[in-house]
């Protein structure tokens, strides 16, 4: 079962103007999400993350949101620039038990586009 | 340079060889994950390390595949016996000291294309 969804496989914005990339979950055991971006032959760039007790992170032009009654997060960029042109994965942690340690889950990523 | 590092970048290999991959964490990080990830999908994860102890392992880690990180520094993934299903991006990770809001940062992983 696909425990966290980004529904829009895609996403095209103006220069200047807000992308607005979307996650939805179902397992009510995360406790901490994260936004990373990824170029083509890179991997994963942590970008920002949310713990599950708050309801906004901002940093710089980057701004995550959680409604947890929703189970729904979302990650704003404003202003948009040309080179924030990348895939955008939502992943949820979830403690492993009896450790320190956790395993995240991610979402099938957004393509963002920011045309000049 | 203090990020994750990965080598190879790539790796072509025909059906039924072994391969082996390493991952060399941030240094003072001592927890340390793989992942895989095939065309797209997200990375999905596979095992964890704390120290040298492997102390979890996805059900998609199969009899085939080993993971080892003898010193608690370094790892690396081992697959016997390749199929062409193994094709994908392996990825490792190695996690900070913070309890409840560890993040997890990645290494450029090795593209493994099985013939």
């Known amino acids: 079962d696909q425990q966290v969804k980004q529904n829009s496989p895609s996403l095209s914005v103006q220069e200047g103007r807000i992308s607005i990339l979307n996650c939805d979950y179902t397992n009510s055991m995360f406790d901490y999400f994260l936004w990373y971006k990824k170029y083509p032959a890179e991997g994963p760039t942590f970008l920002i993350s949310i713990s599950s007790i708050k309801d906004k992170n901002e940093d710089g032009r980057f701004t995550v949101f959680l409604n947890k009654s929703a189970k729904h997060l979302s990650l704003h960029i404003v202003p948009s620039q040309p080179g924030d042109s990348a895939v955008y994965f939502c992943?949820?942690?979830?403690?492993?038990?009896?450790?320190?340690?956790?395993?995240?889950?991610f979402g099938e990523g957004t393509q963002l586009t920011v045309n000049p | 340079d203090t990020g994750v590092s990965q080598n190879p970048r790539h790796k072509i290999t025909k059906r039924g060889q072994n391969v082996t991959f390493r991952c060399d964490p941030i240094?003072?990080?001592?927890?340390l994950y793989w992942y895989r990830q095939t065309l797209g999908q997200g990375p999905e994860f596979l095992t964890y390390f704390q120290n040298e102890a492997q102390l979890e392992k996805s059900r998609l880690l199969s009899d085939r595949f080993s993971a080892e990180r003898p010193k608690g520094s370094f790892s690396t993934l081992e697959i016997q016996r390749t199929e062409q299903g193994d094709s994908a991006m392996y990825l490792c990770?190695?996690?900070?000291?913070?309890?409840?809001?560890?993040?997890?940062?990645f290494g450029p992983g090795t593209r493994l294309l099985v013939l």
């Open positions: 990770a190695s996690g900070n000291r913070g309890l409840f809001q560890e993040t997890q940062y």
């Open positions: 240094s003072e990080h001592n927890r």
């Open positions: 992943a949820a942690r979830q403690p492993i038990r009896e450790t320190s340690g956790s395993r995240l889950t």
